[in-house]
């Protein structure tokens, strides 16, 4: 059964950084493509940034130049190190794991709080 833990969100000033992880369980790990959502209030959950196994990388444009995806397939963990931080960033960051039928595993969230 495949679960994902992230952790490393919490509160930040403007200008900072954070950076999330997302620990992966289940097998095939390296095959699958991962993937940090976020969702602020009131707001739709949002692609920040994903990468395929191959290692291609997707950024949204809010976060280009500021964030950067990676991953650690022997750790089975994936990384969203997020610099530059702005109060707009604030929101709940989900990690997804995509496998290669498809299928789609959501990590609980954690979250991210700019704010001086």
């Known amino acids: 059964q495949v679960q994902l833990v992230e952790s490393g969100g919490g509160l930040v000033q403007p200008g900072g950084s954070l950076r999330l992880s997302c620990a992966a369980s289940?097998?095939?790990?390296?095959?699958?493509?991962m993937g940090w959502y976020r969702q602020a209030p009131g707001k739709e959950r949002e692609l920040a940034a994903l990468?395929?196994?191959?290692?291609?990388?997707t950024i949204a444009d809010f976060a280009k130049g500021r964030f950067t995806i990676s991953r650690d397939d022997h750790k089975q963990t994936a990384y969203l190190q997020m610099n530059r931080l702005k109060p707009e960033d604030t929101a709940v960051y989900y990690c997804?794991?995509?496998?290669?039928?498809?299928?789609?595993?959501w990590g609980q969230g954690t979250q991210v709080t700019v704010s001086s």
């Open positions: 997804i794991r995509i496998g290669q039928y498809g299928d789609e595993y």
């Open positions: 289940g097998n095939s790990f390296s095959v699958d493509a």
């Open positions: 990468i395929t196994s191959g290692g291609r990388v």
